[in-house]
């Protein structure tokens, strides 16, 4: 495996970055307009082609554009034929090919696997304009319209379906991407790095399927092929016995058990006498790194998986253990005849490289071939700005690890402050008001672990999880100074926060807090405790409700040294796997308590490789080391015990109140139906039973909605995030009158923009 690498702003010698163009060209005249005669590489997306940062095409497109390559774009073809790949020509390079800003299948279906009425990422908020598993629809048809074509794949539906994997909408387990897709290379993660290298290299001259060195990157391979002086480790099976002793035999005489226990004696300690060395710490833990560098994995394979869910929660436990840079295996999982070979994650950007891709020159507006279409997403990040990526929370529900890594990404104070002033100078319709300085999540600009080595030798799945670890850095300094100087910008009369708090981070600095809920809180704040009951907490690997009321509580007194009138937005999560019955009601006691009222529920929907779908799929907590005895979960199928855990979460409206009476009296509390104040939920009156003989009208096939990667509008996390509890508002009683502009959308995404895997990146709560 090549660990060396160079920074994404060296260019190869004798290579000059090019003038940028208006806009990536989408179409031939605009080719000819710029002189071009054929693309170097051209890249198909599922999305509408936006040229903002926030978008992964663009950001990917910009940057090789800036490597001297000619990029076009293909936004959203008609895959029912190849007609429409081959509108830009043969590129010279290769096609780029990715579904888009969120998985397909969570972009086209809803929780209740209905289709979508929308799509926040289509003009006009169109839907329909991609099909199922998009990602390898096109890699197909690109090898149609051209074949012999060089074929890259990438973006969160490559990330998360790069091994074999459990998808909820066809319930079943799939084959890697690269098995459908025919893709020559499948780049997954945060991908400007292995981008660079790749195409420098098929510009050079390689085959791309032939490069099988670059970290970030999966391919095909015959089975049991490796690199010269790798070694395997077979993981492919769980439980696996240890050494065997002979059974001593009960009728030897007595001599012969002396003799034998002699010769037992004498062959241990043949066995056991070594010469000893004298090495070094450092030249061990370096021999050790350099085995470790060439040691692949071997994961239970695609046919195992397929009807042992105890061996695919192993394989799953395996994969999310070597996430971490700096420690990370490569691993290999049979399919068939052949394997897929997964290098080790790619290597985080430095400040540097972050800020060279971000400060790329962007047109900062949707294509001109779209016209006065209203873009959905556009219109809620236009005015935001991603200062960091990746998140080291680890929640079992978001799959933003396997896509961003737990490594934090920032870029510089003068590159975020340099985007204000281009959205203050270029972007029509600013009006004073940044919605977001934020990532996948608000406040972990520059937070990381006090020491590279402790960083880079790591094997925990979150950071904060059971508690903060000593090790981490949760200083906000940084970020309470870049929110001070982005103020202070000309033109900037607001600044506020739309990306999902880390209250557990946060409340480390109040500090932090105050500056928060003075400046950059307009009316309400997102929040997510997501549960208040320790079991599903567990599963999730989120915080205890105390940590929340900790947090609550610095918030009403901060908003009230203020003088402001300011309101949290907790979201909550139905039917996650570890949740009884018991805990969604006393979740819903607590939300009576505290007097929210969820205007939106979305029960969770598991999403491809996240360790709550894995939770859903096999039973199995692979949190914990797998064995056959493991942990089992206890998980939500039931349609009708599914609609009961929403329901809780919606204690107060009355459509709910007939399910939840059955609900409590199957439990036996039916001492909290009644109407006193200390009930749930009322007694049935006379005016709902006439209420609920009436007809009920047909309503949108989408079902839930919400800020989330399954909600009526998509958040930023590109369906990285499974889809808990995206959709939910809950709203303090009373409050509802008079709410502030900036709360009424209640379905803005709550993160950070997209990343860079040839799509738009995850986001977590």
Same mark, same amino acid.
């Given at each position: 495996m090549n660990t060396s690498h160079s920074p994404i702003y060296d260019l190869p010698a004798g290579v000059t970055p090019r003038q940028p163009a208006p806009f990536l060209p989408m179409s031939r005249k605009e080719m000819d307009a710029l002189g071009w005669d054929e693309c170097d590489i051209i890249l198909v997306t599922g999305d509408a082609y936006i040229d903002h940062p926030s978008f992964g095409m663009a950001l990917l497109g910009r940057l090789l554009e800036a490597q001297g390559f000619r990029v076009g774009i293909i936004s959203q073809p008609d895959w029912t034929s190849a007609d429409e790949f081959k509108q830009l020509g043969k590129p010279r390079l290769y096609f780029g090919v990715t579904s888009g800003n969120m998985d397909s299948m969570i972009n086209r279906y809803t929780a209740d696997k209905k289709p979508r009425s929308d799509d926040a990422y289509t003009a006009g908020g169109m839907a329909g304009k991609r099909p199922d598993r998009a990602l390898n629809v096109y890699c197909q048809r690109c090898r149609e319209a051209y074949p012999g074509v060089?074929?890259?794949?990438?973006? /969160?539906?490559?990330?998360?379906?790069?091994?074999?994997?459990?998808?909820?909408?066809?319930?079943?387990?799939?084959?890697?991407?690269?098995?459908?897709?025919?893709?020559?290379?499948?780049?997954?993660?945060?991908?400007?790095?292995?981008?660079?290298?790749?195409?420098?290299?098929v510009a050079a001259g390689e085959k791309m399927s032939e490069i099988r060195d670059v970290r970030g990157t999966a391919f095909l391979a015959p089975h049991g092929w490796r690199p010269a002086g790798w070694v395997e480790l077979d993981s492919s099976i769980v439980d696996i016995p240890g050494k065997v002793e002979a059974h001593p035999n009960p009728y030897a005489m007595e001599d012969e058990k002396q003799q034998s226990a002699a010769g037992n004696t004498a062959e241990s300690s043949a066995a056991n006498t070594q010469v000893i060395q004298m090495v070094s710490r450092e030249a061990r833990l370096a021999a050790r790194?350099?085995? =470790?560098? @060439?040691?692949?994995?071997?994961?239970?394979? %695609?046919?195992?998986?397929?009807?042992?869910?105890?061996?695919?929660?192993?394989?799953?436990?395996?994969?999310?253990?070597?996430?971490?840079?700096?420690?990370?295996? $490569?691993?290999?999982?049979?399919?068939?005849?052949?394997?897929?070979?997964?290098?080790?994650?790619?290597?985080? !950007?430095?400040?540097?490289?972050?800020?060279?891709?971000?400060?790329? &020159?962007?047109?900062?507006?949707?294509?001109?071939? &779209?016209?006065?279409?209203v873009i959905p997403a556009w219109d809620m990040i236009r005015f935001s700005i991603n200062i960091m990526r990746g998140c080291f929370g680890g929640c079992t529900f978001c799959s933003?690890?396997?896509?961003?890594?737990r490594i934090i990404q920032s870029r510089s104070e003068g590159s975020v402050l340099r985007e204000i002033e281009e959205i203050r100078d270029k972007t029509a319709g600013f009006t004073g008001h940044i919605s977001d300085l934020g990532g996948p999540t608000a406040n972990m600009y520059r937070l990381?672990?006090?020491?590279?080595?402790?960083?880079?030798?790591?094997?925990?799945?979150?950071?904060?999880?059971p508690g903060i670890c000593e090790n981490l850095n949760t200083d906000h300094s940084?970020?309470?100074q870049l929110y001070r100087k982005a103020r202070k910008i000309p033109g900037v009369k607001k600044i506020t926060i739309g990306s999902g708090l880390r209250y557990d981070l946060a409340v480390t600095s109040p500090e932090y807090? #105050?500056?928060?809920?003075?400046?950059?809180?307009?009316?309400?704040?997102?929040?997510?405790?997501?549960?208040?009951?320790?079991?599903?907490?567990?599963?999730?690997?989120?915080?205890? /409700?105390?940590?929340?009321?900790?947090?609550?509580?610095? %918030?009403? +007194?901060?908003?009230?040294?203020?003088? #402001?009138?300011?309101?949290?937005?907790?979201?909550?999560?139905?039917?996650?796997?570890?949740?009884?019955?018991?805990?969604?009601?006393?979740?819903?006691?607590?939300?009576?308590?505290?007097?929210? =009222?969820?205007?939106?529920?979305?029960?969770?929907?598991?999403?491809?490789?996240?360790?709550?779908?894995?939770?859903?799929?096999t039973k199995r907590n692979p949190l914990k080391k797998i064995h056959r005895s493991s942990e089992k979960v206890d998980v939500i199928r039931d349609e009708k015990r599914r609609k009961a855990h929403k329901a809780f979460l919606r204690y107060h409206d009355p #459509?709910?109140?007939?399910?939840?009476?059955?609900? !409590?009296?199957?439990?036996?509390?039916?001492?909290? /139906?009644?109407?006193?104040? #200390?009930?749930?939920?009322?007694?049935? *009156?006379?005016?709902?039973?006439a209420l609920q003989a009436r007809p009920v009208p047909k309503g949108n096939a989408r079902g839930g909605g919400g800020p989330g990667s399954v909600g009526k509008i998509p958040? @930023?996390?590109?369906?990285?995030? *499974?889809?808990?509890?995206?959709?939910?508002? $809950?709203?303090?009683?009373?409050?509802?009158?008079?709410?502030? +502009?900036?709360?009424?959308?209640?379905?803005?995404?709550?993160?950070?923009?997209?990343?860079?895997?040839?799509?738009? +990146?995850? @986001?977590?709560?």
């Open positions: 060089q074929i890259m794949a990438g973006g /969160i539906e490559a990330s998360l379906r790069r091994i074999a994997q459990y998808d909820y909408w066809s319930d079943k387990i799939r084959q890697s991407a690269l098995i459908y897709s025919k893709a020559d290379l499948l780049l997954f993660g945060n991908a400007e790095r292995a981008l660079v290298e790749v195409t420098q290299r790194r350099e085995v =470790r560098g @060439r040691t692949v994995i071997r994961i239970p394979s %695609f046919e195992t998986v397929t009807y042992d869910p105890v061996s695919y929660a192993h394989a799953s436990r395996t994969l999310h253990l070597e996430s971490n840079p700096g420690n990370a295996r $490569a691993l290999v999982q049979q399919h068939g005849e052949r394997d897929v070979w997964m290098n080790p994650p790619p290597i985080p !950007l430095e400040t540097a490289e972050m800020d060279y891709a971000f400060d790329q &020159y962007f047109a900062r507006n949707p294509h001109p071939s &779209y016209g006065q279409q933003i690890t396997e896509h961003e890594g990381a672990c006090k020491d590279p080595k402790i960083e880079k030798s790591c094997r925990r799945l979150s950071c904060v999880y940084s970020l309470i807090v #105050k500056e928060l809920v003075t400046h950059h809180v307009s009316g309400y704040l997102k929040i997510a405790p997501e549960h208040t009951e320790e079991g599903p907490l567990s599963k999730m690997m989120k915080p205890g /409700i105390g940590t929340f009321e900790k947090f609550k509580a610095m %918030f009403e +007194k901060f908003s009230a040294e203020a003088g #402001k009138r300011q309101y949290l937005i907790p979201y909550f999560i139905a039917a996650h796997p570890g949740t009884s019955d018991e805990d969604m009601l006393n979740l819903a006691l607590w939300l009576k308590k505290n007097d929210f =009222r969820p205007d939106q529920v979305q029960a969770f929907t598991p999403t491809p490789m996240a360790m709550a779908t894995t939770m859903w799929h #459509k709910n109140w007939p399910l939840l009476r059955d609900t !409590l009296r199957e439990m036996g509390r039916a001492d909290l /139906i009644g109407n006193s104040p #200390k009930h749930l939920i009322p007694m049935e *009156s006379p005016e709902e039973r958040n @930023r996390s590109n369906g990285a995030r *499974s889809t808990a509890s995206n959709g939910q508002r $809950a709203i303090p009683h009373g409050a509802a009158a008079g709410k502030p +502009k900036a709360a009424a959308t209640a379905n803005r995404p709550q993160s950070g923009k997209p990343g860079a895997t040839l799509a738009k +990146k995850p @986001r977590a709560r």
